[in-house]
């Protein structure tokens, strides 16, 4: 299993970022699939998570109505749409893959077992 997130950048406060998560090494379309966030000084927290069949979507408080979670079974892809980002949005994001195929979706980190090797997202004027 591989993730490898990509589409971390510096942005100002109010612009938009596209993250995305190429994923091998597992059938992708099966799996629930996550964004996670870890700012310095701070505990990781869930950030958007979609579903492997109906493409549910579930988010995290602090992004809802700015953040949108998607994927391309196709390409194999999970990407996060972000708009009006914050400062507070300021992290390393994470996407990783539930821990078993066909399941509910879950906003808790012990539900995923793979995870990228983070891309950094920095949110300053």
């Known amino acids: 299993v591989q993730l490898v997130e990509s589409g971390g950048d510096l942005a100002q406060p109010g612009g938009s970022l596209r993250l995305s998560c190429a994923a091998s090494?597992?059938?992708?379309?099966?799996?629930?699939m996550g964004w996670f966030r870890q700012a310095p000084g701070k505990e990781r927290e869930f950030v958007a998570a979609?579903?492997?069949?109906?493409?549910?979507?579930f988010y995290a408080d602090s992004v809802k109505g700015r953040f949108t979670i998607s994927r391309d079974n196709a390409k194999n892809t999970l990407y996060l749409q972000m708009n009006s980002l914050k400062p507070e949005d300021t992290a390393l994001y994470f996407c990783?893959?539930?821990?078993?195929?066909?399941?509910?979706?879950?906003?808790?980190?012990?539900?995923?077992?793979?995870w990228g090797q983070g891309t950094q997202v920095t949110v300053d004027a």
């Open positions: 979609i579903r492997w069949g109906s493409g549910t979507t």
């Open positions: 090494g597992f059938t992708f379309s099966t799996y629930n």
């Open positions: 990783a893959k539930g821990r078993e195929p066909f399941w509910s979706g879950s906003r808790y980190d012990r539900d995923y077992d793979y």
